[in-house]
């Protein structure tokens, strides 16, 4: 499973930074852009645009909602979409609005459209190229404002497939962790890792004609990761309560939220086991 | 012949009014009055404001006084309160 995290060459980035700081100085009394492009390494500093056209509604003045072009210079941005919203938000338009947290990958707070595919802004790169770049909120979801939609739904799911411990019997040793075996714990490897962005349950075209009674692939995810543990003895209940034509059977193997899975997971594959223990 | 037919999202518009204003009933009486205020001044302005056929802003505060009224109906809350704040030209 991609682990999202990227290594950095630290030895190189401090010595660029020595030489540029030096020869800043020298040419101050030069106006500032002249300075900046002569400072930097190799020939004059042409600056690469990118247009992006980001999704934008407002509660407060309602209209129809609309694509708001922004122009970025790639070469002041960071590499990742988010980099280019925040700096968006920072330089340009301060109404922008969207939800971030972490920015590394981990909380799924950033999930939202990105040139048709659903995927966090953190860890998407920005396309390279003079095209343009089109962000909107996670398809079929009710928007609150701009980039932010109302997830309450699908928290909602998340919590009805009661994703905790329950046991009938107390641990074998009272006070102390239940054990559990290696090959239990890898039983359970392409589901904790779940960080709950909704991308897979939004790019699920069932998903999306039936947003109450399916419960999608992220809570479908979670159902299948609480029946696997070994440490959980309400297995039976649990199968018992998912077993029904829209929780579980609207999944029709569609497949697209193991292609939008920014985390690398396959919610399709757990459903099918799911499936395969219903008998 | 009659009155006119209300359109589903109309329906659901007044069975949320009618909801608050069961909600207020269950409040004491002088902040039922001050609930019932609120509401009334709210739909009121609303409905002559919004034009009918922006259906996404009608859902919008349609799915807005839905949670509003989940949380008044806890009885741990008391009482509504309104604070007007003059929108600034984004």
Redesign the interface.
Known sequence: MASGLIGRLVGTKPSRLTTAARLIPARWTSTGAEAETKASSGGGRESKLKNFQIYR?????????ELQNYQIDLKDCGPMVLDALIKIKNEMDP?LTFRRSCREGICGSCAMNIDGCNGLACLTKIQDGASETTITPLPHM???KDLVV?M?NFYNQYKSIEPWLKRKTPPSVPGKEILQSKKDRAKLDGMYECILCACCSTSCPSYWWNPESYLGPAALLHANRWISDSRDEYTKERLEAIDDEFKLYRCHTILNCARACPKGLNPGKQITHIKQLQR | MGASKLSGMQKQVLSLYRGFLRAARSKPTEDRKRIEMIVSTEFRHNSKEVDRKNFQYIEYLLRLGTKQLDQLKSPDIVSLSSVKVVASKT
């Open positions: 509604w407002n509660p407060d003045n309602p209209g129809k909602p109404s009710f928007v609150i109302d309450t």
